[in-house]
T-cell receptor, first 112, second 113 residues
């Protein structure tokens, strides 16, 4: 059974800092991995999708990497802003399945 | 930008009542999903739907749950007889193919009293 873990559970940083969020998964037979942002009481906003054949994806100040063999992904946020404050979720899709398996998320607070 | 739309945003129902949660997926998407998130817990998969049939479901998705695509635009989740433990945020999602980016709606907060 696929388990997804995100560390740390919470992170507080000053504005302007670069930061890294971590995601690990137990079954490396994934098809892809997706990072989401969730604001309190709101839906999930897709940030980046990395296919299993890719090593990284970039979108603006966000860069996600994937090391499938070790079961890890990182989300790098450059020059953090208060508007980046949210919960960041990672989710993996196993090759033969349709479903996404989610981690519990990292609650990020960026202080002005 | 195309988005997944869910209605209502919040529904309160009495235990034992039937509820229908509604979703309008992105128009050219072919795969549809329901997930739920109990307060403070992980987002959990319920069901996926493709080509007018369920393609995968979790153990949560028992006989009390059903899904339907009644027309070319709507995708619904029905809970036949709600229980207190069904209280959660329910998210609809869609994707163009089975392996591409999944887009989520804003959710319906279901409260069973």
């Amino acid at each position: 059974k696929q388990e997804v873990t995100q560390i740390p559970a919470a992170l507080s940083v000053p504005e302007g800092e670069n930061l890294v969020l971590n995601c690990s998964f137990t079954d490396s037979a994934i098809y892809n991995l997706q990072w989401f942002r969730q604001d309190p009481g709101k839906g999930l906003t897709s940030l980046l999708l990395i296919q299993s054949s890719q090593r990284e994806q970039t979108s603006g100040r966000l860069n996600a990497s994937l090391d499938k063999s070790s079961g890890r992904s990182t989300l790098y946020i450059a020059a953090s802003q208060p508007g980046d404050s949210a919960t960041y979720l990672c989710a993996v899709r196993r090759g033969s399945n349709y479903k996404l398996t989610f981690g519990k998320g990292t609650l990020l607070t960026v202080n002005p | 930008e195309p988005e997944v739309t869910q209605t209502p945003s919040h529904q309160v129902t009495q235990m034992g009542q039937e509820v229908i949660l509604r979703c309008v997926p992105i128009s050219n998407h072919l795969y549809f999903y329901w997930y739920r998130q109990i307060l403070g817990q992980k987002v959990e998969f319920l069901v996926s739907f493709y080509n007018n049939e369920i393609s995968e479901k979790s153990e949560i998705f028992d006989d009390q749950f059903s899904v339907e695509r009644p027309d070319g635009s709507n995708f619904t989740l029905k809970i036949r007889s709600t229980k207190l433990e069904d209280s959660a945020m329910y998210f609809c999602a869609s994707s163009a193919t089975a392996n591409t980016e999944a887009f989520f709606g804003q959710g319906t907060r279901l409260t069973v009293v």
